[in-house]
Every structure is written in structure tokens, then in C-alpha cells.
């Protein structure tokens, strides 16, 4: 017998399992609604046109340096940028500013994936909650994640089948009465990732009411800043909320990531902000030090050709504009086929209500389709979705999304 005849069998990704299919069909038709990328009205990855600046740059400049070790904590300018984008400082900072910002313990990691993995694994080492508040449905790697540090998972409500929206009612009397002082609660910073639905700022500023109250531990997961609305600062509104709050200013934490709003994906771009209350101004720095230790130990450093990008992007004002520029391009695009997906389904009379699909934002949207459906859209049209029903509208273009409607018309009559 081998050291590895009793191991057990581990649980394929759905997400990457699909894309693998999706490739590997070759039936002309096919529609990718899976995996959450962007994709031009051609179908094609884009790399965004701040970005492609940089790197033609970056090439002319043939920086011998550019290959180097980062610091274990990652690049201290991408990371001072990558802080004041999410929580809205300016480049010259005020006083009181520069308070705020010594609040906050940064560190690069390994996109947003590894921003969630690195603040994951500090909070169960070092503040040992008995639980994770996590939202039901979620980004499945959530449950992996904390699985993984072994913190006992418990669900909230999130989504209102019935009508497609943000279960604020659910939400907030599971947490308020079962959530226990201590316990960390996931929250998605915007475009809620499957379903689409995010709390209104008076949902938000109740949900902040109740992790204040029941000193709750609010772990914020931004991964479309910017990408979901075109506008940063509005993506940020809710961590910004959060982290303004006084009378006691709240400990919490931000997992942010490149991925989307710089086209980055491969290049797991990120970084982890652990929020300190601010009572004590040595804390913070030692925050970062206990991360670097974890940090160290697992992989070193983050990667430095994405974080290079976004430095670049983040501290020049050209460079800037154009990106936001990009933004705009990707998000009204998204908004765009939602509209034309939602006009086709109308013009067909498809059975049900599909409003949601236009009023989700972000990357997806939790469309309803049983799972029997999202399989008979596999097998008959080629048309690729997760079996909850999310899909990617940014597979969509001017030239399927008929095909796409004419589908879903077809699987739900
Ligand atoms: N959190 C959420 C909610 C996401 O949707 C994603 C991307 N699918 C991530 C985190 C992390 O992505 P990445 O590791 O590529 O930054």
C-alpha cells in the first residue's frame, strides 16, 4: 500500500471545471457565461489600454531591476496607492488623514484570492473567532478558504429568491440574533459575487450598526472596484462607511484585488488592510509584522509585474484618466448586455419576471434558472453557466446575446 491509498477524494471547481469544457467544445455557437472575465464585444480578453501603456513602457525602459525581490510585505508605494484608492485618501493627506491611514497595517499578497487566504489565516491565529458569518449564496472559494484555517463556517441569508434581490431582512436578523461578539463577517464590498444584489447605503449603515453594537468583525471582500459601477469611490462607498465610523472606531479588514478593474488576472495583483481601532498607534505596524511572518513563510513576497502596473497607473494623473477611461469602457459595456439580454427575453415573452437582470450590477447575474435548465443549456445550446444560475454577462455581445435569449426562452417554457 501507498502513503496516499486512503486519501480522500477532493472537490473539483466548478468555475474552472466549466471553462476547461467550455474550451474543449467545439460547437461554433458556444457562449461562455462561466468563468467571471472580461471579454470585449468581440468576444476577446482585453488587456486595458492604461495598462498596455505601461507595459510598452516598461519595455522601452529595460529596467535591470525590474526582475528584483519585492519586500516581504510587497512594494510600499503600490501599497500606499492601493490603500488610498480603497479608502478614499488623497495624495497629499491632511493631518487627520494621516491618522486614518496609520490605522491601517498593508500588505501585498497573492491577488484577491491570497488577500482572503493571508487575512483568513492572521485572524484565526490571532484573534481566534469561533465563527465566520458567511453570506448564503457566496464566491465558493470563501468556504474553502476559512475551511482550510479551520474557523467553524456559519451561514446568513443573503438572497430573496422570489424576487431576485438582497434578503436585507434575513440578513440582519440572523446576525443579530445569532452572530456572538468576536465572530468575523464576510461581506462583499460590492457586486455581490453570484448574485448580483448589494445592500442599499441604508442597508449598509444598519449592517454597520450591528457589527459596532455586537462588536462584530467586519472582513470586506473587494474584487470590482470600479469595474461594477465605473466609479472607485462609489464601489468603496461601503468600506468607506465602515471604516469612518467613530465612537469606537471598528477593527475590520479588507481583502482587495487588481484582477478586474485592471484586467490583471493572472498576474494576482492584491493587497490585505487590516484596520486596527486606532487607540494604540504601535499596533498597526506590528499588524504588519505578524503578516509578514505568515507572509514569509509561505510564499515570500507577492508578484511584482502586476503590482508594478497598478503603481504606475495609480501615481500618474494621465495614466489615471485613462484607466478610469477603461472602466468606464468594461462597466457600460456589462450594463449594455445586460439591457440587450433583458429586451430580447421581453420581446420574446418569456415566461417570468427578468428585471433583476438589469438591476443586479457588477460581472453577474443570478439569473433563476434551475439547475436543470442551466444544464439543457449546456447540452442542447452550448451555452456555459454555473448550475445556481450565475452567469457571466460578459460573455455576452451584440452578436449571441439573441442566441442566449432565444435559449433561456426556450429551457424555461
Ligand atoms: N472575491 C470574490 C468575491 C471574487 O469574485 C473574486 C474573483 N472571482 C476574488 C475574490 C478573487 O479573485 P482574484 O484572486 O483573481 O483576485
Not at 489600454?49 to 510585505?73: C, G
Not at 417570468?352 to 438591476?359: A, P, Q, R
Amino acid at each position: 500500500a501507498s502513503s496516499f491509498s486512503n486519501l480522500p477524494d477532493a472537490p473539483v471547481d466548478e468555475i474552472f471545471a466549466l471553462n476547461h469544457a467550455y474550451v474543449a467544445d467545439t460547437d461554433a455557437r458556444k457562449v461562455n457565461l462561466g468563468i467571471g472575465v472580461y471579454r470585449t464585444e468581440e468576444d476577446q480578453p482585453w488587456p486595458l489600454s492604461s495598462v498596455r501603456l505601461v507595459e510598452e513602457e516598461m519595455y522601452r525602459q529595460d529596467d535591470p531591476a525590474r526582475h528584483e525581490y519585492l519586500a516581504i510585505e510587497g512594494d510600499l508605494t503600490f501599497l500606499d496607492l492601493a490603500r488610498d484608492l480603497m479608502f478614499g485618501f488623497s495624495s497629499a493627506s491632511s493631518d487627520s488623514e494621516n491618522k486614518s491611514k496609520q490605522r491601517i497595517a498593508s500588505v501585498q499578497t497573492v491577488s484577491g484570492t491570497g488577500a482572503n487566504h493571508v487575512g483568513a489565516a492572521f485572524l484565526a491565529q490571532h484573534f481566534k473567532p469561533k465563527h465566520v458569518w458567511v453570506s448564503t449564496p457566496s464566491w465558493a472559494n470563501h468556504q474553502t478558504i476559512w475551511d482550510l484555517q479551520g474557523i467553524e463556517r456559519k451561514s446568513y441569508p443573503y438572497f430573496d429568491a422570489s424576487t431576485c434581490s438582497f434578503d436585507f431582512n434575513g440578513a440582519i436578523t440572523t446576525l443579530e440574533s445569532e452572530a456572538a461578539e468576536g465572530d468575523v463577517v464576510l461581506l462583499h464590498a460590492c457586486a455581490h459575487n453570484p448574485t448580483g444584489v448589494d445592500p442599499t447605503k441604508e442597508q449598509w449603515k444598519k449592517i454597520a450598526e450591528i457589527c459596532q453594537r455586537k462588536r462584530l468583525f467586519p472582513f470586506f471582500d473587494s474584487a470590482y472596484q470600479g469595474f461594477a459601477s465605473g466609479s472607485a469611490d462609489e464601489d468603496a462607498w461601503a468600506v468607506r462607511y465602515f471604516f469612518n465610523l467613530t465612537s469606537p472606531p471598528m477593527e475590520m479588514c479588507v481583502a482587495q484585488s487588481f484582477s478586474k478593474n485592471f484586467g490583471l488576472y493572472g498576474q494576482r495583483a492584491g493587497a490585505f488592510h487590516l484596520v486596527t481601532n486606532g487607540a494604540n498607534p504601535s499596533e498597526a505596524p506590528l499588524v504588519r509584522k505578524n503578516l509578514c511572518h505568515i507572509i514569509r513563510g509561505e510564499y515570500s513576497m507577492g508578484p511584482r509585474y502586476g503590482s508594478s502596473i497598478v503603481k504606475r497607473i495609480l501615481g500618474d494623473s494621465a495614466l489615471r484618466a485613462q484607466w478610469q477611461d477603461d472602466l468606464t469602457i468594461m462597466s457600460s459595456r456589462i450594463k449594455r448586455m445586460r439591457q440587450a439580454l433583458y429586451d430580447e427575453l421581453v420581446r420574446l415573452k418569456t415566461p417570468g419576471s427578468w428585471e433583476h437582470v438589469i438591476n443586479q450590477i457588477g460581472m453577474f447575474s443570478y439569473t433563476g434558472l434551475t439547475v436543470k435548465q442551466v444544464l439543457e443549456l449546456k447540452s442542447e445550446f452550448h451555452i456555459y453557466l454555473l448550475k445556481s444560475g450565475r452567469a457571466s454577462i460578459s460573455g455576452l455581445t451584440e452578436k449571441n446575446v439573441a442566441y442566449v435569449a432565444q435559449a433561456i426562452d426556450t429551457v424555461v417554457r
